[in-house]
């Protein structure tokens, strides 16, 4: 019964701004950390954030340090990405995923996975 869904992905022109949802289904989101990968054709998912389940502590990875953030709202059991400065470079299939820690450098360590977000940068 667990389901978790990314919303707000699209195409957008380079410096432009997207924020992206992940919002869970049949469960509380609170008790669990969440993280945000990204994944191109043919390419493992790279972390881009993370927050913890209290919200306290979020990671970030240098290359979207300073242009996006992440928030959740355990009232509308929802995780939210705020991008601003996009690049072409970001433009990847956005997942995110549940964990028991805030943390980026492996994948496999997130239990459960949503269908993801397509996020197109480009002019």
């Known amino acids: 019964q667990l389901q978790l869904v990314e919303s707000g992905g699209g195409l957008v022109q380079p410096g432009g701004s997207l924020r992206l949802s992940c919002a869970a289904s049949?469960?509380?989101?609170?008790?669990?950390?969440i993280g945000w990968f990204r994944q191109v054709p043919g390419k493992e998912p790279q972390g881009v954030s993370c927050?913890?389940?209290?919200?306290?502590?979020?990671r970030y990875a240098d290359s979207v340090k300073g242009r996006f953030t992440i928030s959740r709202d355990n009232a509308k059991n929802t995780v939210y990405l705020q991008m601003r400065g996009l690049k072409p470079e970001d433009t990847a299939l956005y997942h995110c995923?549940?964990?028991?820690?805030?943390?980026?450098?492996?994948?496999?360590?997130?239990?459960?996975w949503g269908q993801g977000t397509q996020v197109t940068v480009s002019s």
């Open positions: 927050i913890s389940s209290s919200g306290g502590s979020t």
């Open positions: 049949e469960f509380t989101l609170q008790y669990y950390a």
């Open positions: 995923a549940v964990g028991e820690k805030c943390a980026l450098e492996f994948y496999t360590e997130y239990e459960h």
